[in-house]
């Protein structure tokens, strides 16, 4: 099946530095990726699409100039969490789809544990 | 997209075929019914989907009714390992674009 990693698994940090989460797809190409947060006990929350070579669409009350999207080519999205501050302590996850058959899925990286302390 | 509803939580013993339900009463004729899981501090992993038709894969069997407002994911013989929260999403497929809109999902807890 299609593989999509994801790096880091867990990274703490200081209150204000930035922090970078890589996704990229191994045995595919992927036109289009996915970012959510996921809070503890909480489902999965949509922050951004994001598509190879145009800017990302954020979803309502996503802030685009803290959680910045770069979709460079059709393996690889990052994630960069600006000026992290302790609320955005969170479990982050990509994902990316491929496209089979009539249908689409969309395949899940392992996600990222972010500590901002 | 349609919402969908499923129960909160079920238990299954082991080794017994676990059912799980979801309603989705306002499905459009272009929405594929797809059924994710999500085992403890791991990202969702794709399980299955269908539009109309009973589909079954190596994991699971997923069972659509005539009119389609609800259905049925079954897990043939349930291991410890499939204790997850499994999520039923109803969404427009094809693009490879639409996005995948979560809800609480129904926790599936194995017991020996």
């Known amino acids: 099946g299609a593989v999509v990693s994801q790096h880091p698994s867990w990274v703490i940090c200081k209150s204000g530095t930035s922090v970078k989460i890589e996704c990229r797809s191994l045995?595919?190409?992927?036109?289009?990726m996915f970012w959510y947060r996921q809070f503890p006990k909480q489902s999965l929350m949509l922050m951004a699409t994001?598509?190879?070579?145009?800017?990302?669409?954020?979803e309502q009350g996503v802030e685009k100039d803290k959680f910045l999207i770069n979709h460079a080519s059709l393996t690889l999205s990052t994630l960069t969490v600006t000026s992290a501050h302790p609320e955005d302590s969170s479990f982050y996850i990509c994902?990316?789809?491929?496209?089979?058959?009539?249908?689409?899925?969309?395949?899940f990286g392992a996600g990222t544990r972010l500590s901002v302390l | 997209d349609a919402k969908t509803t499923q129960p909160p939580s079920m238990d299954c013993a082991e080794g017994r075929a676990a059912n799980l339900p979801c309603n989705h009463s306002?499905?459009?004729?272009?929405?594929?019914v797809y059924w994710y899981r999500q085992i403890h501090s791991q990202g969702p992993q794709y399980i299955i989907h269908?539009?109309?038709n009973n589909e079954t894969n190596e994991m699971a069997s997923l069972i659509i009714t005539e009119d389609r407002k609800s259905s049925t994911l079954i897990l043939p013989h349930a291991t410890l390992r499939d204790t997850a929260v499994y999520y039923c999403?109803?969404?427009?497929?094809?693009?490879?674009?639409?996005?995948?809109?979560f809800g609480a999902g129904t926790i599936l807890r194995v017991k020996s």
């Open positions: 045995d595919f190409q992927a036109t289009t």
């Open positions: 269908g539009l109309k």
């Open positions: 999403i109803v969404r427009v497929a094809g693009s490879g674009g639409n996005k995948l809109v």
């Open positions: 306002t499905i459009s004729g272009n929405e594929y």
């Open positions: 994001s598509n190879e070579g145009s800017k990302a669409t954020y």
């Open positions: 994902s990316a789809t491929s496209l089979s058959g009539p249908g689409d899925i969309q395949y």
